[in-house]
């Protein structure tokens, strides 16, 4: 089965930076696209950032400017790079992988991570 370890979460003052990694394993055969997604105590799932397979992003509002996805295809990882972070950004980020599992699966699904804390905080 697929699986994804999230990591690199912890505690850093405002205008500090993190690095999340997500790695991916369990075979594949077609990856649609990779995305973080966080929800703070209160607040609904939203999605922080988005990479497709063909290397396409999309950002939040909220975070454009500061936050990076990238993926490296040779080791099924994808990272969030969080450069001048906010208190606002104090969340439990999770990993999201959409595939198709195999040649023989109808539909594509949706793969989670145990999530990962990030707070921010003087």
């Known amino acids: 089965q697929v699986q994804l370890v999230e990591s690199g979460g912890g505690l850093v003052q405002p205008g500090g930076s993190l690095r999340l990694s997500c790695a991916t394993s369990g075979s594949i055969f077609r990856l649609n696209a990779m995305a973080w997604y966080r929800q703070a105590p209160g607040d609904q799932h939203e999605m922080v950032a988005r990479?497709?397979?063909?290397?396409?992003?999309n950002y939040a509002d909220s975070v454009k400017g500061r936050f990076t996805i990238s993926r490296d295809n040779a080791k099924n990882t994808v990272y969030l790079q969080m450069n001048s972070l906010k208190p606002e950004d104090t969340a439990v980020y999770y990993c999201?992988?959409?595939?198709?599992?195999?040649?023989?699966?109808?539909?594509?699904?949706?793969?989670w991570g145990q999530g990962t804390q990030v707070t921010v905080s003087s």
């Open positions: 990479i497709t397979s063909s290397g396409n992003t």
């Open positions: 999201n992988v959409n595939a198709l599992p195999s040649l023989q699966s109808t539909r594509a699904l949706d793969y």
